[in-house]
């Protein structure tokens, strides 16, 4: 089952949403850094995480795929947001400085050909923020969320993923340790639930937030060459000749 951008939209206004969108937020924006004069695009569902971007960032885009469908962001002045094929983006190459992957890289048919158009746009040295659903975790394993929707990652899975698309991890974090339940006791300890979670480095995180730099080459094994030693001629003593 797909996900509608109207489901999207409806589970960032309840508490759960808004209590989801908070914790998130702090490692996307701690790992995003400044983007004074940079260009950022959002690609899945992102616009939660793009309005502090917005006000600073030299521009901001928001393309949402076909299947998800599309909505105006932001509310007031001209729309940064855009329906596209997330494999096939009206970019050019290196046109984009940083890009967030939100509700994006586990819905997608061709997690590879994503990847590889999102290094196609950035430009050299860019960087790529990707939250994507942890495998381990209890979120994956509940369809009430967007998180539960798609094809979870393990670490080791994102890990190769990305090595074969040519990006390198910088760094990377697991959040969002509070079971997904709509609760007003769950919400209001979800604080510690993340600091516990995060302090004792718990397996079950429901989310993985990874920060990634475009390589520009692909690395290659060096085979060490053996050459063939050169062997000298061995001197062999001849006596003189005796004296006539």
């Known amino acids: 089952m797909r996900l509608d951008v109207t489901d999207l939209r409806a589970f960032y206004a309840t508490p759960l ?27 899945g569902y992102a616009v939660p995480y793009l309005s502090p971007v917005h006000c600073i960032a030299e521009r901001t885009l928001a393309f949402m795929p076909a299947t998800q469908g599309v909505v ?14 997330p494999t096939m983006m009206p970019l050019p190459d290196a046109a984009i400085d940083r890009v967030i992957l939100v509700h994006a890289l586990e819905a997608v048919e061709s997690p590879t050909e994503l990847l590889r158009e999102v290094w196609r746009t950035l430009t ?16 994956a394993r509940r369809d009430a969320t967007p998180f539960g929707h798609g094809q979870p990652y393990s670490r080791s899975q994102l890990s190769r993923l990305m090595r074969d698309t040519l990006f390198s991890p910088e760094d990377w974090a697991e959040t969002l340790y509070m ?6 006791v769950m919400l209001q300890t979800a604080a510690a639930w993340e600091r516990v979670g995060t302090g004792l480095s718990l397996p079950f995180a429901g989310l993985h937030v990874v920060h990634a730099t475009k390589q520009l080459y692909r690395p290659i094994t060096v085979q060490q060459v053996h050459r063939a030693r050169r062997l000298a001629p061995a001197r062999v003593l001849v006596p003189a000749p005796a004296p006539g």
């Open 72 to 85: 105006n962001w932001p509310g007031a002045g001209r729309s940064c947001s855009a329906l596209a094929d």
């Open 17 to 43: 949403g808004v209590t989801t969108h908070r914790i998130v937020a702090r490692p996307l924006h701690g790992f995003l850094g400044s983007v004074s004069g940079l260009r950022v695009l959002g690609l």
């Open 124 to 139: 050299p040295g860019g960087r790529m923020i990707l939250v994507v659903p942890n495998r381990r975790g209890v979120w």
């Open 179 to 184: 079971p997904p339940l709509r609760s007003r």
